[in-house]
């Protein structure tokens, strides 16, 4: 068990001092992490609705601090390059994520020149049916998403960091809503990057 939260701690560490410097971004990250708290209590009422606010709301709020706020290039906080961080993350990595996200906004597209999922599915009648079998296919990727990258680190790394992942994926909102709860107030003060005094090596 201290190996694992050892693994778990690493993870959730090295993922904050490489990824989160931006205050928008942590921002982000709080509204997104809260939305998936809404989330987790839809996918007891209604799992399809619940992936429609996971993706639409947290997801899209969280990759757009990332893709548009967070710094690229030399991370002078860490002393490591760009290629570096890349190369290392464990989970979804910048190119992963555009792989992921290109598949998420096609399966819409999908859904709607083929409503039956070659006969998979009961063709939608209307549209809030239709978004209610884009929420299930959603709720599919989502899943799929977080099985095939455990596998993927289950082969190459051994179960532990691989179950650590998955765990930190699933309580990451709780996380970051602890970790970033006071970026707003920081971004209002206007302080646009964390000067991170936690982690600087230089």
Known sequence: MNAFLKTLHEQRWDDHRYYHHSRINQALHLVSALSFLVAYVLLFIDPAWAALVGWCVAMVTRQAGHYIFEPR????????????????KVGYNMNRKSVL?????GLPALLWFQPSLGGL????????????DVGTVWLALGVAGVLFRVGQLWLRDGWMPAVAWAFKIITDPVHDVILYHKAPLALLKGELLDPMHHVRKD
């Open 121 to 132: 599915i009961e063709p939608a009648q209307g549209v809030m049916e239709w978004l209610h």
């Open 73 to 88: 290039g030399f991370d002078h906080v860490n002393q490591v390059s760009d290629e570096y961080k890349e190369a290392i």
């Open 101 to 105: 996200l290109t598949v998420w906004v």
